[in-house]
């Protein structure tokens, strides 16, 4: 009988760690459904104890979620695991994941800490933590330079007061395949109770070798839970990606021979709707997402593939969604069919007024582009002025001039909470007069980090454009993504965006698993 291996995803929790990445509550709700569709085990949906926001995340997640397990990270103390335990409560399937530092460079220099603090706090956590949620998650943070001998002491503790998952990461991409998986077939190997528990595996890509660190996790280590991200999103150089992950195992199943749960046609529309909702677009030449990751340009190649498929081809396109979201609407499409769409997308609005008005929108959209596809719904919805009560910056209209030899001008007007306000500013190009109008009204004093146009759609001069606008301000960087055919009026939007979070006052808590 084939060994199913689980998929733990931490794209709202570990992902949503990487700068200008943080998720509203409908965003992390929208990617929960997406991936409760692509059938992973487990969506850890965020840090509950971190803010009033990423609680509520949690909750709705947890509330609407029916067939994953959905889990809350929680630090080893009382108070996150309460937190955790509370924003769980709505939850089919629930589970606590509570982590502290092993490593002596943490303990000494982050916690101040002893061994025997540490080794305490762990095993109380734990049981904290199981007396509120039959399925318990520990992890000892920077596991895998932490030393073996104290990290046997504690992991046998914690399994000891019901630990039903043990996860080892290697939180600094630091690890080499084999030694990753011989550290933690070492852990399995000298711990009394190590079958009492599933060993999970949560790898960095620092080096860029978390996937195959993951792997040699369990072939080497025998871990039977992988910890991923949709598009390798995370912090720093992101985590071990699902799809890679995943197709991986579907590909090479004569080495693995482990079975998993995702429904792998569901993995591009998933990484879709991941990039476009946090602004980190996906290189054209990522593993099996990126767009052409089954293109062929040498002549060789191309009739080598129209011979055979598998002449160079190890895995088909439709086998991960490249040709399941193909679905076309246009202007004589009803507000039926949109509104099925919506459901199809996983995008559920509230109430008959926000169908209503991202209907209007989508009419608008149809009148200046002929065919609408599924990102440009995932676009249209993701927009800012879906949630326009919950907004402070919102555009109104913009004008620009641009002629050969003379300096472009913009005029922009927006609204500023309940006040519309009106700029005009010249600059180097429409896109540059535009933003420079906006600021000189409002006088932000971000540092812009990144400015990027991606096409929502390709093979056409009518996509859609995307934008993505990255500011820092005071420590805090965040994202602001804007989509419109005309790329100015989708710059400006991206803009007011991020000001928008920027604007915004919640705080979060860092944590790192």
């Given at each position: 009988m084939t060994e199913k291996l689980f998929i733990f995803d931490t794209t709202l929790r570990d992902g949503e760690q990487s700068p200008g990445a943080s998720m509203t509550r409908e965003e992390k709700l929208r990617i929960a459904r997406q991936l409760e569709r692509l059938r992973v085990d487990v969506i850890e949906a965020g840090f509950a104890a971190s803010s009033n926001g990423d609680f509520e995340a949690v909750k709705s997640i947890a509330d609407a979620i029916k067939d994953s397990t959905v889990c809350s990270l929680a630090r080893a103390n009382d108070r996150d695991i309460a937190r955790a335990a509370e924003a769980l409560k709505g939850a089919n399937s629930s589970r606590i994941h509570t982590f502290i530092a092993t490593s002596e460079l943490h303990m000494e220099k982050k916690l101040r800490m002893s061994r025997d603090q540490?080794?305490?706090?762990?095993?109380?956590?734990?049981?904290?933590?199981?007396?509120?949620?039959?399925?318990?998650?520990?992890?000892?943070?920077?596991?895998?330079?932490?030393?073996?001998?104290?990290?046997?002491?504690?992991?046998?503790?914690?399994?000891?007061?019901?630990?039903?998952?043990i996860n080892i990461p290697d939180t600094v991409g630091y690890a080499i395949p084999e030694l990753y998986g011989s550290f933690i077939k070492n852990l399995r190997e000298r711990i009394p109770n190590a079958d009492k528990a599933i060993w999970s595996v949560h790898c960095h890509n620092d080096l860029g070798m978390a996937v195959a660190n993951s792997l040699a996790g369990v072939m080497i280590g025998g871990a039977r839970q992988v910890e991923c991200t949709i598009n390798g999103l995370g912090e720093r150089a992101g985590n071990c990606s699902l799809e890679e992950v995943v197709m991986a195992l579907r590909t090479r199943r004569d080495y693995f021979g482990l079975d998993v749960s995702v429904d792998a046609s569901q993995i591009v529309p998933a990484s879709r709707l991941v990039a476009q909702t946090t602004g980190f677009v996906v290189q054209p030449?990522?593993?099996?997402?990126?767009?052409?990751?089954?293109?062929?340009?040498?002549?060789?190649?191309?009739?080598?593939?129209?011979?055979?498929?598998?002449?160079?081809?190890?895995?088909?396109?439709?086998?991960?969604?490249?040709?399941?979201?193909?679905?076309?609407?246009?202007?004589?499409?009803?507000?039926?069919?949109?509104?099925?769409?919506?459901?199809?997308?996983?995008?559920?609005?509230?109430?008959?007024?926000?169908?209503?008005?991202?209907?209007?929108?989508?009419?608008?959209?149809?009148?200046?582009?002929?065919?609408?596809?599924?990102?440009?719904?995932?676009?249209l919805v993701s927009d800012e002025s879906v949630t326009v009560e919950q907004e402070h910056y919102r555009l109104l209209s913009l004008s620009q001039r641009s002629e050969t030899g003379e300096r472009p001008h913009a005029q922009v007007t927006f609204a500023a909470g309940g006040q519309e306000l009106k700029a005009e500013s010249q600059g180097n190009g429409p896109v540059d007069a535009s933003l420079k109008a906006i600021e000189s009204r409002l006088s932000s004093g971000a540092e812009m980090l990144l400015y990027s146009v991606n096409a929502i759609t390709s093979g056409s001069t009518e996509s859609q454009g995307e934008v993505t606008v990255r500011l820092q301000l005071g420590g805090r960087v965040v994202n602001g993504v804007g989509a419109d055919p005309d790329i100015v009026v989708a710059s400006a939007k991206a803009y007011l965006s991020a000001l928008n979070k920027l604007q915004s006052k919640a705080e979060r808590v860092a944590a790192q698993g």
């Open positions: 540490v080794y305490e706090q762990a095993r109380l956590s734990v049981r904290f933590a199981r007396n509120l949620c039959g399925d318990v998650e520990f992890s000892p943070e920077d596991g895998y330079r932490s030393d073996p001998d104290f990290l046997c002491r504690v992991l046998e503790a914690v399994i000891a007061e019901g630990a039903t998952t030449n990522k593993a099996v997402v990126g767009a052409n990751a089954f293109a062929h340009a040498s002549g060789i190649h191309q009739d080598g593939v129209l011979k055979a498929r598998d002449t160079y081809e190890i895995m088909r396109a439709e086998d991960v969604g490249w040709t399941t979201n193909r679905i076309v609407l246009g202007k004589l499409s009803g507000r039926n069919a949109f509104k099925q769409r919506l459901q199809e997308l996983g995008v559920e609005l509230e109430s008959e007024a926000e169908i209503n008005a991202a209907f209007a929108r989508f009419k608008d959209l149809a009148d200046r582009k002929s065919e609408i596809f599924d990102e440009d719904i995932i676009a």
